[in-house]
């Protein structure tokens, strides 16, 4: 890939989605078929660890590849700085067209996520399914669905599909557990809508590949999929996201998909975290490393479990933090930092609470 001089590179970041709901990472009911065969022709990570469980401070940690504390964007009016090397200023300096099209408003220009993006901004809410359903109970009210973001992709891809491109979508139905009535409806709870919700956005992204096929691009793109946090349903008293730091929040999946079908799928089980996305994604494109950060391309580990192997840097840790009182500027800081390893994970409360290994 990295000779390529064709290579394009679609990024999808789906909000809240957790890799254990995904039918290729073990769950029992079939969700995702399209990005079940994604991972069935290209590389699954099985082991992702996000960097925070609220959207703000985890995109700030995956687009600079620097953890929470060093990104400083921890609370709701933190922003990143204009001095922050974002991925695409590196696609753009190379000559890619780049264009986000977000649903969610705290990756919002104002927060310093437009960064090199020639095209930044919120799709136009208008292709809502009549029989639209929307069960999130904590989720603000949020105009549209995923189909009108997929919308905004094509007409991207009408205009500059015949330049290299760096493509963002962020994608917010399963953030919202909103989904198109056609969809499987899995039951009445609040994890059943999420799964529901699931299913729709594969359906949209399953039609966004169809779009690539038509148009020839499909043979030239690097698709990558991945989350900035999960969604808890009470497995440790609490539901939603942004308010603890256990697994069902912070592990995320991470499926990539080149421009050509592998013979036989790659799994990477080592731990891996979402500060290597960035670094990983500019390498395969054969582009330069964002300096300095501590996340790290992937592509040894995906080079070695291709033989079987660990990479060498395997025992990396993932870290991951969160402000609890993020959207509280009157309240003082209420910080939760975790450490995992392959075998441990260590929360620990900096208000004094007793720590949980």
Request: charged share 20%.
């Amino acid at each position: 890939l990295r000779e390529r001089k064709d290579l394009n590179v679609i990024f999808v970041l789906v909000d809240t989605l957790r890799a254990d709901h995904l039918s290729s990472y073990g769950y029992k009911r079939k969700t995702s078929p399209f990005m079940d065969s994604l991972a069935e022709r290209g590389v699954r990570f099985r082991n992702v660890e996000a960097q925070s469980t609220w959207t703000k401070t985890s995109m700030a940690s995956l687009w600079t590849s620097f953890w929470p504390s060093q990104t400083g964007v921890l609370r709701w009016d933190q922003s990143l700085p204009d001095g922050a090397l974002m991925p695409a200023e590196v696609f753009q300096k190379a000559g890619f067209r780049t264009a986000g099209i977000y649903r969610n408003g705290w990756v919002a220009p104002k927060f310093g996520f437009g960064q090199g993006f020639e095209t930044y901004l919120k799709p136009t809410a208008a292709a809502t399914p009549a029989k639209f359903q929307k069960n999130n109970p904590s989720a603000h009210p949020l105009q549209g669905s995923d189909a009108d973001a997929t919308l905004g992709a094509f007409e991207f891809l009408r205009a500059h599909g015949k330049e290299r491109f760096f493509l963002y979508l962020h994608l917010m139905d399963v953030h919202q557990y909103a989904y198109d009535a056609n969809t499987p409806i899995f039951g009445t709870a609040y994890v059943d809508s999420y799964d529901s919700a699931i299913a729709w956005v594969d359906q949209n992204l399953g039609v966004l590949s169809m779009g690539l096929e038509k148009e020839g691009l499909l043979e030239k793109t690097l698709l990558v999929i991945a989350s900035d946090h999960g969604e808890a349903f009470d497995e440790h008293g609490i539901e939603g996201h942004a308010q603890d730091l256990h697994a069902e929040v912070t592990q995320t999946p991470l499926i990539l998909s080149f421009p050509f079908a592998l013979e036989e799928p790659i799994v990477v089980d080592e731990l891996v975290r979402n500060v290597d996305i960035m670094p990983t994604v500019l390498d395969l494109a054969g582009l330069p490393p964002l300096p300095g950060t501590p996340g790290r391309s992937l592509v040894p580990a995906i080079e070695a479990a291709a033989r079987g192997e660990k990479s060498p840097e395997a025992t990396l840790p993932a870290y991951a933090e969160l402000d609890r009182t993020w959207g509280q500027t009157e309240q003082p800081p209420k910080l939760i930092v975790s450490v995992r390893t392959d075998e441990w994970k260590l929360i620990h409360w900096m208000d004094g609470s007793k720590p949980e290994l």
